[in-house]
C-alpha cells in the first residue's frame, strides 16, 4: 500500500494520477453479475488508458461546495468524538490500476474515515437507517481493499444544523455484515476479496483486448 501524502485532492495532478484506475466511487462499477466486459467501466477505463489526458474543471454544485467547505470541521468533531488523529491523503493505492481517495487515514495507517456532509434531509434518512447508505458501501469496501492493515472504516455523516445528531458516526471492521441491497448483507472481508478480485480480472480483460487491437493494426486487419 503506497499512501500519497502530498497529492492535493481536487487538483489537475489528481485527476491525472486516478485516469484510467478503479478508485472508491468506481469500486461499485465491477460488482457485477454479468461478464465484465459488457460492462460500462469496461470501456470506460480502457478508453482512458488509452487517450491522452485532458483536464477540464467540471461543475461544482452548492451540494458539494458545501460538502467541500464543512469536511474539515466533520474531521475535527470525528476526532473529538473518537480521540482519532487523521492525516490528509490524496490517493492510497493497492496496485497501480486500483486506488482510493480518502477523507482520511489514521497516523497509525490502520484506521480509514469516509465523510458525508449531506443536507439536513439526507443526514436525517442516515441516521433513521443506522447503515451505511447503500450508494456508499463499496466505498467503505474499496478502503478495505487496499491492503489488510486497514482493519477498520469510519463512516460520518456531519450536518452541523441537525440539532438531534450533528454527527452520525459508524465503525466498520473486517468483519462486519454490512447491506449491499436492501435486502441482502455480506461479510466486508468477502467482499474485498470480490472486489479486488474483479478488478484485477477487468485490468486482464482490458490488457488482452489492448494487445488484440495493437496485433489488428500491426496486421493491418480491418476492424
Known sequence: MYIDYKLQ??????????NGKIGGTRAKSVMLKKAIEDAVIFDEIM????????YEEGFT????????????????????ETGIIFNEA????R???????????SICETIGLEIKCPSAKVHNS?????????????????????NESINKVIFASYNPDYLLLPLF???????????TTKKGSSLISDLVIE???NVDNLILKIQDEEKLISERIQNKLKF
Open 195 to 197: 472486489l479486488n478480485n
Open 9 to 18: 485532492q481536487g487538483t489537475e495532478d489528481w485527476h491525472y494520477v486516478k
Open 90 to 93: 490524496g490517493w492510497i493505492s
Open 47 to 54: 478508453s482512458e488508458r488509452n487517450t491522452f489526458f485532458n
Open 61 to 80: 454544485s452548492e451540494a458539494m461546495k458545501r460538502g467541500i467547505e464543512l469536511e474539515p470541521l466533520a474531521i475535527e468533531e470525528v476526532t473529538k
Open 169 to 179: 458516526l459508524l465503525e466498520i471492521d473486517r468483519e462486519s455484515t454490512i447491506f
Open 126 to 146: 442516515y441516521v433513521r437507517a443506522n447503515a451505511v447508505p447503500l450508494e456508499y458501501v463499496y466505498q467503505v469496501v474499496n478502503f478495505f481493499a487496499m
Open 95 to 105: 496496485n497501480e490500476h486500483h486506488g482510493h481517495s480518502p477523507d482520511g487515514i
